[in-house]
């Protein structure tokens, strides 16, 4: 298991950042010159999941610092809005499995297979993190205003006695 000599997850999460933006500087300007589009853009590619997970430990970093600029609660309509986007995107997701699934017994090339497999599970990924987060966002940790003012002032005796 590794040690992290202690840090508090905010000093992890902000090193971690600094460690990506140094992987993608890395990667950009290493195929600044290539003129292989494939090679370029797998290299391009993994600077793109670079960036993505600045994004994860910024939104983490927040969560750390329980900042309320990026943390709150859902309007129902963000929720509905949320629900039907998440919805959509996982049937798009879904689509894109089937059919790298179905490709990928027609190629041929262990080069190009591997490719593919390697973007099959990514969508994998993708449409189990949707999942997980349509199930955390819409079914189980969604408070609206409406339930934090229920959890609020439901029970309370009110002065006058109602």
Same mark, same amino acid.
């Given at each position: 298991?590794?040690?992290?000599?202690?840090?508090?997850?905010?000093?992890?999460?902000?090193?971690?950042?600094?460690?990506?933006?140094? !992987? !993608? +500087?890395?990667?950009?300007?290493?195929?600044? =010159?290539? +003129?292989?589009?494939?090679?370029?853009?797998?290299?391009?590619? !993994?600077?793109?999941?670079?960036? +993505?997970?600045?994004?994860?430990? +910024?939104?983490?970093?927040?969560?750390?610092?329980?900042?309320?600029?990026? /943390?709150?609660?859902?309007?129902?309509?963000?929720?509905?809005?949320?629900?039907?986007? !998440? &919805?959509?995107?996982?049937?798009?997701?879904?689509?894109? /499995?089937?059919?790298?699934?179905?490709?990928?017994?027609?190629?041929?090339?262990?080069? &190009?297979?591997?490719?593919?497999?390697? /973007?099959?599970?990514?969508?994998? =990924?993708?449409?189990?993190?949707?999942?997980?987060?349509?199930?955390?966002?819409?079914?189980?940790?969604?408070?609206?205003?409406?339930?934090?003012?229920?959890?609020?002032?439901?029970?309370?005796?009110?002065?006058?006695?109602?």
């Amino acid at each position: 298991m590794l040690k992290r000599n202690a840090l508090s997850n905010t000093e992890f999460y902000s090193q971690q950042i600094k460690l990506e933006k140094e !992987i !993608i +500087k890395a990667a950009e300007a290493s195929v600044s =010159r290539v +003129k292989n589009i494939l090679i370029k853009e797998l290299i391009l590619g !993994i600077s793109q999941d670079s960036r +993505k997970h600045e994004s994860i430990l +910024k939104g983490l970093n927040a969560l750390q610092e329980k900042s309320t600029e990026g /943390i709150r609660l859902i309007s129902e309509e963000e929720r509905e809005e949320l629900k039907q986007s !998440i &919805e959509t995107h996982i049937r798009l997701e879904k689509k894109a /499995i089937d059919t790298y699934r179905q490709m990928l017994s027609q190629i041929v090339d262990v080069r &190009e297979k591997m490719l593919v497999k390697t /973007i099959l599970k990514d969508e994998l =990924r993708h449409h189990a993190l949707l999942k997980w987060l349509y199930d955390l966002i819409i079914k189980d940790l969604t408070l609206t205003e409406d339930d934090v003012f229920d959890m609020t002032w439901k029970d309370v005796i009110w002065q006058d006695g109602t």
